[in-house]
């Protein structure tokens, strides 16, 4: 098994342009996460999906949008990138109530 | 909504010293769960605790669940170098689906 895949391992972007950060697992979890971590920082969680066609938003949604058309696949969108968005993004999933499974990070600078 | 506080922020020790953590919950628990993170990797899975009073032990590590489930520890005993990384739990409560983090701890072990 992959477990969670990320893609790409690093961008740069510039103000205002737009990208999806791929999210795919082979687990059959029905739960995935998208996270943003600044440097020396914690983990705050973007948007949540409990399963397919059902997503939410986390504690810092905006700026970004998110679908759940399949099991495996969460995709986060930016929008009109912005310097704040600079960070490392974590996409993670897990079955309820057992240990979550990260990806390796997306690390994004936006310059 | 829940609020989460780990302490201390950072803690940098002699190898051999013994680290401590501890994470509180402004709200009652249903279980918790602790992470570890490696500088430049991504956070993975140490262990779960549901019951209340409960005490795990892997090697070196102890974790301990509170008695009102409201709080929770993580104690390394003779930390080595390969301890260093940033511990974090996350706290989940009977209401959410959500899965979010406390804002860790910094370890740093001097040879």
């Known amino acids: 098994n992959a477990g969670v895949t990320q893609t790409p391992k690093f961008r740069i972007l510039k103000i205002g342009q737009s990208m999806t950060l791929q999210c795919a697992q082979d687990m059959n979890h029905n739960y995935m996460y998208w996270y943003r971590q600044d440097p020396g920082m914690g983990l705050k969680l973007i948007y949540y999906s409990v399963g397919a066609g059902i997503t939410d938003k986390g504690e810092v949604p905006n700026g970004y949008n998110v679908s759940r058309s399949t099991t495996e696949d969460f995709p986060l969108r930016l929008e009109l990138a912005a310097p704040s968005q600079t960070s490392v993004y974590f996409c993670?999933?897990?079955?309820?109530?057992?240990?979550?499974?990260f990806g390796q990070g997306t690390r994004l600078t936006v310059v | 909504g829940q609020q989460v506080m780990q302490i201390p922020q950072y803690q940098h020790v002699q190898e051999g010293e013994d680290f401590t953590t501890y994470c509180n919950s402004s709200?009652?628990?249903?279980?918790i769960q602790w992470y570890k993170q490696r500088p430049g990797g991504h956070p993975v899975f140490l262990i779960q605790l549901v019951k209340s009073g409960e005490v795990k032990k892997q090697k070196r590590l102890t974790f301990q669940f509170g008695e009102a489930k409201k709080n929770s520890s993580l104690h390394i005993t003779a930390t080595q170098t390969t301890d260093v990384g940033t511990y974090f739990c996350?706290?989940?409560?009977?209401?959410?689906?959500?899965?979010?983090f406390g804002p860790g701890t910094r370890l740093s072990v001097l040879p």
């Open positions: 993670a999933s897990n079955l309820i109530g057992t240990e979550a499974f």
């Open positions: 996350a706290p989940r409560d009977n209401y959410g689906q959500n899965f979010v």
């Open positions: 709200t009652t628990l249903s279980n």
